[in-house]
T-cell receptor
Framework: GQQVMQIPQYQHVQEGEDFTTYCNSS?????IQWYKQRPGGHPVFLIQ?????EVKKQKRLTFQFGEAKKNSSLHITATQTTDVGTYFC?????????FGAGTRLTVKP | NAGVTQTPKFRVLKTGQSMTLLCAQD?????MYWYRQDPGMGLRLIHY???????AKGEVPDGYNVSRLKKQNFLLGLESAAPSQTSVYFC???????????FGPGTRLTVT
């Protein structure tokens, strides 16, 4: 079945540095979703991208969907300690969404 | 509006024991999912349901059974627990198969 690959698996940054996680698929995706999971918590939906080349922003977070709709990225500008957690991308499967393995972000104050 | 709830929150089982995890949603969503989350492996789909009375297998269905007798409830059963089933289990629901998923708080299961 369709799979999405995420890199890196871990990222440790100093507070104030930028952070980017990437999501790649071997097949064209009709849409892609991003979720955040705080330590000890559950995944929470952040955004869905649908259009080729789409870029969406949420405060310090910038989400991009590639022109070929096979890759996506999440970029956080000037990370804060509140950004810690695991970020997942998810692409559509059969009546469900298939999740990447996630990127765990830690932020050093 | 409680969203998605899961019971229990924690459980310790011995190998061979059985148990049922309950997921309930009050958003009238058609689709419901059971995932397991293990370190470094993201969320893997166990079973899902596209509506009351329906169930289907996901990526890792072996050792689990499910039932969706009522639209708001989705039960996950372990007939004979094994240590490999030690994991955090999340339930999720969505109005459509590819829309935003709403997750429950999770159940942490340990099988000794």
């Amino acid at each position: 079945g369709q799979q999405v690959m995420q890199i890196p698996q871990y990222q440790h940054v100093q507070e104030g540095e930028d952070f980017t996680t990437y999501c790649n698929s071997s097949t064209t995706l009709s849409n892609i979703q991003w979720y955040k999971q705080r330590p000890g918590g559950h995944p929470v939906f952040l955004i869905q991208l649908v259009k080729s080349g789409e870029v969406k922003k949420q405060k310090r977070l910038t989400f991009q969907f590639g022109e070929a709709k096979k890759n996506s990225s999440l970029h956080i500008t000037a990370t804060q300690t509140t950004d810690v957690g695991t970020y997942f991308c998810a692409g559509p499967g059969n009546n469900d969404m298939r999740f990447g393995a996630g990127t765990r972000l830690t932020v050093k104050p | 509006n409680a969203g998605v709830t899961q019971t229990p929150k924690f459980r310790v089982l011995k190998t061979g024991q059985s148990m049922t995890l309950l997921c309930a949603q009050d958003m009238n969503h058609e689709y419901m999912y059971w995932y397991r989350q293990d370190p470094g492996m993201g969320l893997r789909l166990i079973h899902y349901s596209v509506g009351e009375g329906t169930t289907a297998k996901g990526e890792v269905p072996d050792g689990y059974n499910v039932s969706r007798l009522k639209k708001q409830n989705f039960l996950l059963g372990l007939e004979s627990a094994a240590p490999s089933q030690t994991s955090v289990y999340f339930c999720a629901s969505t109005p459509t198969g590819v829309g935003e998923q709403y997750f429950g708080p999770g159940t942490r299961l340990t099988v000794t």
